[in-house]
């Protein structure tokens, strides 16, 4: 039937409905004199369950719209809204998305399709991420003067443990992830909630070796001043905070897979305080971030090296500033999360948004050692070179020929700390601890 003849047979039902209301004695008599004469459409579908009708009974006496203006009542956001909560306390959510999905085509609602954006935003982030990474590894290879350290190791792990949320993505917009709810069998709802329930446990794992991975490499240049002791205790706080949230991510409903299966009117079960939980989980990672990000900088500030020198080195150890403000967007994408009754097109933000700040944060974590690689690869390729010879001659008379001089900086613990000249344009700084005789290059 076209959308004209339901409506038209939709408002004849109300009209019934409304005329034999006043003849009967009790709702239940009223709405069974109002759906004889129309029982359904011509289609087989029910115009509205009789649930809707008992509903629409009790809220458009006070919506301001007659009950037989279908437009008004279409249009007016608080009787929806309503009226899924009136439908949702009197049968299974099942039976719900039903009626919401028949009043949805009734009303011409337009349909709405975002199930392209995660796995999109999945492909292209992690494909660069990987790209980012291979190079960081690559600087390790024999003739790089690197050897791997535990910062690669643990980087390592969190590309490892990106896959799955990325897959995830896959998976999520495959069965439904960015359609409205009521357009999806429940089956489908169930294997949303799943694999963002797995999802949300992998994205704690690989965030919290993104962190430690960061502070790792902080402390090979870091270790021999008081910044060292810092930033193990802020590897120590991560690490509780990943614990923390992952155990109440796991354990968030009881059984566990009640957080998958809580829409089926049998199965029995409780669940914390999701929403906030999230909240609070985005909101510790944010403050975690901002504290990564701040902890090298006094150091940096204070190292006696030209002001431009300084500046790059400070923007390249700040560059961590794009995780947080991933981290702030995915909050801000939370907020919808937890009002939402319609889960499946509301969570898409939130799950693109999460697999961004991992992705961000890898390139982050890799940029000094992939700086260093390519670095390297220049200035041995002979094209280059000659490019940049013309650059330093034409450039020589200002500079002067003094590159030769050491530069002295205190750092807050009272150490002594040289910046060395770099002896090729694969070294970007290098740090030289005067009472150690220990080079240290962030790379």
Same mark, same amino acid.
């Given at each position: 039937?076209k959308?004209? *003849?339901?409506?038209?047979?939709t ?14 004695t ?5 709405l069974a ?46 009787v ?27 009303? *011409? ?28 590894m690559?600087?390790?290879l024999p ?9 690669d ?6 590309v ?42 992998? /994205? ?33 706080l991560?690490?509780? /905070? ?20 809580q ?29 990564i ?18 500046l ?7 560059? *961590?500033?794009f ?15 937890a009002?939402s009754?319609?889960?499946?097109y ?5 799950? /693109? ?10 390139i ?5 050692a992939? /700086? ?16 940049k ?7 020589s ?13 205190? *750092?807050?613990?009272g ?8 002896r090729s ?6 740090l ?6 220990k ?5």
């Amino acid at each position: 039937m076209k959308l004209s *003849g339901m409506l038209a047979a939709t408002a004849a039902a109300l009209a019934a409905f409304s005329s034999t209301a006043q003849a009967a004695t009790s709702a239940a008599e009223a709405l069974a004199m109002a759906q004889k004469p129309y029982p359904e459409c011509a289609c087989g579908i029910p115009i509205f369950s009789r649930l809707q009708l008992v509903c629409l009974t009790k809220l458009v006496p006070t919506s301001g719209c007659q009950l037989t203006d279908t437009a008004c009542l279409c249009t007016n956001e608080e009787v929806n809204a309503n009226l899924s909560v009136c439908v949702l306390q009197g049968c299974n959510y099942e039976d719900a998305l039903k009626t919401k999905n028949g009043s949805a085509t009734m009303c *011409g609602l337009p349909v709405r399709d975002d199930t392209m954006k995660p796995p999109l935003v999945a492909g292209v982030g992690f494909g660069i991420a990987l790209i980012i990474y291979i190079l960081r590894m690559c600087s390790a290879l024999p003739g790089c003067n690197r050897e791997l350290s535990w910062d690669d190791w643990t980087i390592t792990a969190c590309v490892l443990l990106t896959i799955p949320p990325t897959v995830f993505a896959f998976t999520l917009s495959a069965n439904g992830l960015g359609k409205d709810i009521w357009t999806l069998p429940l089956q489908n709802v169930e294997n949303v909630l799943f694999f963002y329930f797995l999802g949300e446990l992998f /994205y704690f794992l690989a965030q919290a070796m993104n962190k430690v991975s960061i502070l790792l490499f902080l402390h090979r240049i870091f270790q021999h001043n008081s910044l060292g002791k810092a930033i193990w205790v802020t590897i120590g706080l991560t690490l509780a /905070y990943a614990a923390a949230f992952f155990f109440a991510t796991l354990f968030q409903c009881w059984p566990i897979n009640h957080a998958w299966l809580q829409l089926e009117s049998d199965h029995l079960g409780r669940c914390n305080n999701i929403h906030l939980q999230g909240w609070l989980s985005a909101a510790f990672n944010i403050v975690l971030d901002i504290v990564i990000l701040a902890l090298p900088l006094h150091q940096l500030y204070q190292l006696q090296m030209p002001l431009k020198k300084k500046l790059m080195v400070m923007v390249v150890f700040s560059m *961590g500033i794009f995780v947080t403000l991933a981290s702030v967007i995915r909050l801000r994408t939370l907020v919808v999360f937890a009002n939402s009754t319609n889960i499946t097109y509301d969570y898409v933000d939130a799950a /693109y948004w999460s697999t961004i700040e991992l992705y961000a944060g890898i390139i982050t974590a890799s940029l000094p050692a992939v /700086y260093k690689f390519l670095s390297s690869a220049l200035s041995q390729n002979a094209a280059w070179s000659a490019v940049k010879s013309k650059l330093s001659g034409a450039s020589s008379g200002s500079r002067g020929t003094d590159n030769s001089h050491s530069a002295v900086a205190n *750092g807050s613990s009272g150490l002594n700390r040289r910046l060395t000249p770099k002896r090729s344009e694969a070294e970007f700084v290098l740090l030289t601890d005067v009472e150690s005789g220990k080079s240290q290059r962030w790379d």
